[in-house]
């Protein structure tokens, strides 16, 4: 379900637990409260929260289980692993746990710092249905994301997403060396649980080697992979 207004219903309902943002699964909330720890108010939490996602969770395109149990925050969490949605997804699970409301963005956006594997297989340079954590935060909706962790970063050479729990936390527009990076072309929309349908129908539209060939296509290493493809360009 979309949101689009915030009333107190709609913002009950961003604390809810869900199909998909199952933060009532006992090994969310003991996560939830080990990463809080001493904080004590939401954006402390929230900031604290982000940069578990970001950097314990490691983003593999490579392991998209298009399934709905893939899709669920438990799983993400008990993986250790996942692509943007399924980040964003734990990172929203996360944070309803420790009674912060929030829901899932969605947006194409197009990334120019992709391996070039991955690119091949994908046969575009557009992300669709890239997902993104909203966090309501001292009055407002926030946006967060905590897709690429820091070993990834660091190999890419991208400034890693930082996030302060007051302003968006989307993706830098340029790398390190003022390369373009990445760029947002579409907005979804926003929504109190995963749209799992649309998500999984963009695979099969865009992405079919995704859709068609999932197990083979988990034998990718993305970071080595980008390490690699740096030390090719750096030789040219």
């Known amino acids: 379900m979309e949101i689009n207004v915030d009333s107190p219903e709609e913002l009950e309902n961003c604390l809810k637990p869900t199909r998909f943002i199952d933060h009532d699964a006992p090994a969310i909330i003991a996560f939830a409260k080990q990463v809080i720890g001493d904080a004590s108010n939401d954006s402390d939490k929230a900031i604290r929260l982000f940069y ?13 289980d298009l399934t709905p149990n893939g899709f669920k925050a438990s799983v993400v969490l008990a993986r250790k692993r ?16 420790v009674s ?6 969605l947006a194409d ?4 710092l992709v391996t070039e594997r991955l690119k091949s297989l994908m046969k575009t340079d557009i992300f669709y249905y ?17 897709t690429f962790n820091l070993s990834l970063c660091q190999r890419f050479g991208i400034k890693p997403m930082d ?14 060396d003022g390369n373009l990076h990445m760029e947002y072309v579409n907005y979804h929309g926003s929504f109190v649980d995963v749209p799992f349908d649309l998500i999984l129908h963009a695979f099969e539209t865009y992405y079919p080697t995704f859709t068609n060939d999932c197990a083979s296509l988990a034998t990718g290493n ?15």
Not at 109 to 112: F, T
Not at 130 to 139: I, V
Not at 222 to 236: H, L, N
Request: hydrophobic share 40%.
């Open 109 to 112: 956006v197009r990334n120019h």
């Open 82 to 97: 996942g692509y943007c949605v399924a980040k964003a997804i734990l990172l929203a699970a996360l944070a309803r746990a």
């Open 130 to 146: 890239h997902g993104f954590t909203e966090l309501f935060l001292d009055g407002r909706w926030v946006k967060a994301t905590p």
């Open 52 to 64: 578990a996602v970001r950097d314990e969770i490691q983003y593999d395109p490579y392991r998209v």
């Open 100 to 105: 912060i409301p929030s829901r899932i963005g």
């Open 163 to 176: 996030f302060d729990g007051h302003h968006d936390a989307l993706f830098h527009e340029f790398d390190r």
């Open 222 to 236: 993305f970071e080595k992979e980008a390490e690699e493809d740096i030390k090719r360009t750096s030789m040219k």
